[in-house]
């Protein structure tokens, strides 16, 4: 990767982490300002500010450093004026339950639909699909041959192929092609169901099996949003499953940090889709946007899924639970992940290092 596409691919994923976050804060902003709470600011980037400016109780600011943005919500950390002040009705923990539960989860339903939106704006234009499809199958325009598995114990199980990998060889059954040139490996992939694909990346050689016919779906609009609200249902429960599991497989002792990136490796991840076109790079951010989703929703103190986790602790017990409580489990909880995301970035930094 060259400087100039790294610093391409650096500021896409700024922008699209700033995009993202972004959602995400808006939908506590909404949700908030539906139910009367009071929002204290709602901020572009985080601080130190370049810009403020009030309107009516909430300060709208624009931040120094754009990555995302942040939304203060009134007793969102419990004390003593959001309990016991003047305007404490609007606090948030004096709120219904279902009320704050619906405030605290609103970011992660926002990052769902933004998915949704850029899902379906994907298949407007034209997105891959299956050509197995029973549905849509048949619609499907300039079908050509993709991978789809890869071979157990190969390279490419641990890394996946990339953009710029060299193909060496290409077999099916007792036809093999050797150091094909394009025309050559166009006509051996339209004329073959099943083959064995050889590359090489970076000096190390590895195989995949390429199976299935993909190409591109585009549809009206009214489809494309039946369509695309199926295919990020089925994402959403994939990858939901495939984080389950990635924690339980912690607990254990099996977790393999191979399968994760944190944000060195999405920046490479990013400059792959980038290379292959700005519907990919949509298609990215929608994906990025539903996992952002599902770990929020996670229940560990500091992100939503653990504020959601004590709003049901306080449904049970019919009691709030102490301030100090709360507020020591968040910041502990903070703590944590900023020690994990430390912890893979510098994995993907090895990794970086290494391949």
Known sequence: ????????SILLFIIILAALILVHELGHFTAAKRAGVRVDEFGIGFPPRLWRKKIGETVYSI??????????????????????????????????????????SAGVVFNLLFAWILISAGFMVGLPYSMDDSAYGERVENPS????????????????????????????????????????????ISSHEEMELTYLRGGEEGTVTVLGAVGILKLPIHEAFFVGLTTTASITITMAIGILEFFKNIFIGQANFQDIAGPVGIVGIVSDAGALGFIHLVSLTAIISINLAIINLLPFPALDGGRLLFILIETIKRSPIKPEVTNIANGIGFLILIAFMVFITFHDVVKLIQG
């Open 1 to 8: 990767m060259s400087i100039v596409t790294s610093h391409m």
């Open 63 to 104: 931040n120094a450093f754009p990555i995302g943005g942040f939304v203060k919500i009134f007793g969102e950390d419990p004390d003593n004026e959001s309990l016991l002040g003047k305007d404490s009705s609007r606090s948030l923990t004096r709120k219904p339950r279902i009320v704050q539960a619906w405030i605290i």
């Open 145 to 188: 041959l993709t991978i789809t598995q890869v071979m157990p114990l190969s390279p490419a199980e641990e890394a996946g192929l990339k953009g710029g990998d060299i193909i060496v060889k290409l077999v099916s059954g007792e036809d093999v092609l050797t150091n094909p040139r394009v025309s050559a490996t166009q006509n051996f």
